[in-house]
C-alpha cells in the first residue's frame, strides 16, 4: 500500500527478522516478501480491492488499536473520502466496544455500522448501539445521521 500501512511495514520487517535469525538465505526472504499477497494468503487483513473509480479495503480489525492503525493510514491517502463500515465482536467489554466507535469517529469520514451474525453473547442490535452512541458521542456537532447501522 505504498508505505502507508505502518503497521504492516512493522509486521513485514518482524518477519523478515525471524527469517533471517533463523538462517534464511537474504534472496528467498526478499523472493517471498516480493511474492506475498495479502489477499490470498491473509485474508481478511489489510486487504484492498479497486471496485470501480474507487478501492475497498476488508480488514477483520476487531479491537481500537486495530481501528486506530487502518485510521492512521487511511489519513494518508491524501484527497479521499474514508468510509468505514466498522463491527466489534460481542464478546468485548463494552469499554472496548466504545472506544472502538470513537477511534473510528475520528479517522473516517462517514461511519456505518454493522453487526456480526455471530453475537457472541450480546443480544441483537447491542455493540450496534454501543457502537452509534460513542460514535455520535465524538461527533457532537454531526446529527445522528452520520451514525447509521446496517
Not at 491517502?77 to 464478546?91: A, F, K, S
Amino acid at each position: 500500500m505504498g508505505g502507508t500501512a505502518d503497521f504492516q511495514v512493522a509486521n513485514a520487517m518482524a518477519a523478515i527478522a525471524a527469517a533471517r535469525a533463523y538462517g534464511l538465505p537474504v534472496e528467498e526472504v526478499g523472493a517471498s516478501i516480493a511474492r506475498f499477497r495479502s489477499d490470498e494468503e491473509n485474508p481478511g487483513r489489510a486487504n484492498l480491492y479497486r471496485v470501480g473509480g474507487g478501492y475497498v479495503m476488508v480488514d477483520y480489525g476487531h479491537n481500537p488499536d486495530a481501528f486506530d492503525a487502518v485510521c492512521r493510514m487511511a489519513a494518508r491517502w491524501e484527497g479521499r473520502r474514508v468510509t468505514g463500515i466498522i463491527g466489534v465482536p460481542g464478546d468485548r467489554d463494552g469499554s472496548v466496544v466504545e472506544a472502538a466507535g470513537r477511534v473510528a469517529a475520528r479517522g473516517f469520514h462517514r461511519v456505518i455500522i454493522k453487526e456480526d451474525r455471530d453475537l457472541r453473547g450480546r443480544a441483537p442490535g447491542e455493540v450496534a448501539r454501543l457502537l452509534c452512541a460513542a460514535v455520535n458521542d465524538e461527533w457532537p456537532a454531526r446529527s445522528a445521521a452520520s451514525c447509521s447501522t446496517r
